[in-house]
């Protein structure tokens, strides 16, 4: 693991005497020349004089949430928001954000169908806008008045038929041997 200060000093990761946390030693040279240098918590040694930062994996761990944070906020996603509305979209349909059954087996099936009726509507969706840029990247002029774009894909085409075939399975074949 390597660490990398602002100004741009590269150095290997090491673990600490008592085995406890992490050190990164940065030559001493370019600290004290560095106009950061009272910023960070990189502290020269009592025999060493070489400045070292220490910090534990849960530091490490905390730091490297909030690069990948910065970096998805840069990118004009935000992910909590993402979360809140898969959150919303599986409560929804109860009243008042409450299941209407009590007990975990109960609870789970219904926030696991809930679920899953939030992921087909999703793909719906998805379907939807991907058949309509295929309609206008085909037929730009008649963008909007094709009868496969106003009756949309449907996905539970697929399951309905899927349905019908294991409700009304095909009667099975009658052997007669004779002689």
């Not at 020269?44 to 910090?55: E, M, N, Q």
């Not at 959150?87 to 109860?94: A, D, I, L, Q």
């Not at 992921?119 to 730009?140: C, D, G, H, T």
């Not at 094709?146 to 949309?152: D, N, Y």
């Given at each position: 693991?390597?660490?990398?200060?602002p100004?741009?000093?590269t150095v290997?990761?090491q673990?600490?005497s008592q085995?406890?946390a992490f050190?990164?030693?940065?030559a001493?040279?370019?600290?004290?020349s560095?106009?950061?240098a009272?910023?960070?918590?990189?502290l020269?040694?009592?025999?060493d004089?070489?400045?070292?930062?220490?910090?534990t994996?849960?530091e490490a761990?905390?730091?490297?949430?909030?690069?990948?944070?910065r970096?998805?906020?840069?990118?004009?996603?935000?992910?909590r928001?993402?979360v809140?509305a898969?959150v919303r979209?599986?409560?929804?349909?109860f009243p008042?954000?409450?299941?209407?059954?009590?007990?975990?087996?109960?609870?789970?099936?219904?926030?696991?169908g809930s679920?899953?009726?939030?992921?087909?509507?999703r793909i719906?969706?998805y379907?939807?806008s991907?058949?309509?840029?295929?309609?206008r990247?085909?037929?730009?002029?008649?963008?909007?008045?094709?009868a496969?774009?106003?009756?949309?894909?449907?996905i539970?085409a697929f399951?309905k038929?899927?349905?019908v075939v294991f409700?009304?399975?095909?009667?099975?074949?009658?052997?007669s041997?004779?002689?």
């Amino acid at each position: 693991m390597k660490v990398t200060c602002p100004q741009g000093q590269t150095v290997a990761v090491q673990t600490s005497s008592q085995k406890k946390a992490f050190v990164a030693h940065f030559a001493a040279e370019v600290c004290q020349s560095c106009a950061l240098a009272g910023k960070y918590p990189v502290l020269p040694g009592k025999r060493d004089t070489r400045h070292h930062l220490r910090f534990t994996q849960a530091e490490a761990q905390a730091t490297e949430r909030r690069r990948r944070s910065r970096e998805q906020q840069k990118e004009g996603r935000n992910l909590r928001a993402a979360v809140e509305a898969t959150v919303r979209s599986v409560k929804h349909p109860f009243p008042a954000g409450k299941l209407p059954v009590r007990g975990k087996f109960s609870v789970a099936c219904m926030l696991i169908g809930s679920a899953a009726m939030s992921n087909v509507r999703r793909i719906q969706r998805y379907l939807e806008s991907k058949m309509k840029a295929e309609n206008r990247e085909i037929n730009p002029s008649r963008a909007g008045n094709s009868a496969q774009e106003r009756s949309g894909v449907s996905i539970f085409a697929f399951a309905k038929a899927a349905l019908v075939v294991f409700r009304n399975p095909a009667k099975p074949l009658k052997l007669s041997v004779s002689c």
